[in-house]
């Protein structure tokens, strides 16, 4: 049984660029999270899919952000235009909800560095 | 909205008990988590709590009591990989039946010989 995996593991961009990471969730997890921390705070709420369906946007998610779940299976985040303030952990996580206790599981994250 | 408060840092001597407290003011509740975190690594899921009372998992326990807004995790018989950040998240529904999580900046433990 594998966990939530996310690639790249470190990202370091200069800033106006565009950068994609990716997120494979737990296998048979239907719900998908993305979250941002940066030091010393905990993850913050981005955004969050029900299979393919993008179902909940965080007001941090401004509209240089975008996220997809094409298939219902891994899940991209894309930030265009990046600012130094966008440095951060990027984290993804995925449930098997709406049965149980619909824990939310996290990948190792990525790193992201805006030069 | 919610609002998540737990202490910065503790420290502990190894074999001894810590009480990480977290208390919480929502606007929702629909559980509340605990996560260990080490130092670059991601959020563990230690423990859940959605009834009151106490639920024990080997050397760790949490408490939880919905009318105080109140929170505790407990780790006993303190060992030096339990150095750590340990984050009290409050969960919440959102729309189309999932549920977020909104975390409190963690508490950074360390233990000590």
């Known amino acids: 049984d594998t966990g939530v995996s996310q690639d790249p593991r470190h990202k370091i961009t200069k800033r106006g660029q565009n950068v994609t990471f990716r997120c494979d969730p737990i296998s048979e997890h239907n719900r998908l999270y993305w979250y941002r921390q940066t030091l010393g705070q905990g993850p913050e709420f981005l955004t969050y899919?029900?299979?393919?369906?993008?179902?909940?946007k965080s007001r941090l998610l401004s509209d240089r952000f975008s996220a997809e779940r094409p298939k219902g299976s891994f899940s991209t985040l894309e930030i265009q235009r990046t600012e130094q303030g966008d440095s951060a952990m990027y984290l993804c996580?995925?449930?098997?909800?709406?049965?149980?206790?619909?824990?939310?599981?996290f990948g190792p994250g990525t790193r992201l560095t805006v030069l | 909205g919610q609002n998540i408060d737990q202490p910065t840092e503790m420290t502990a001597t190894e074999g001894a008990i810590v009480q990480i407290n977290c208390t919480y003011q929502t606007s929702g509740f629909n559980g509340l988590f605990w996560y260990q975190q080490h130092a670059g690594e991601a959020p563990t899921f230690l423990s859940y709590n959605v009834l009151d009372g106490l639920e024990e998992k080997g050397r760790f326990s949490s408490f939880l009591s919905r009318s105080k807004g109140y929170s505790y995790l407990l780790l006993k018989e303190l060992q030096m990989k339990d150095s750590a950040s340990y984050l009290c998240a409050v969960r919440d529904p959102v729309t189309g039946g999932g549920n977020k999580l909104t975390f409190g900046t963690g508490t950074q433990l360390k233990v000590e010989l």
């Open positions: 899919f029900q299979n393919e369906a993008q179902l909940e």
């Open positions: 996580a995925s449930s098997l909800g709406p049965s149980g206790t619909d824990t939310q599981y």
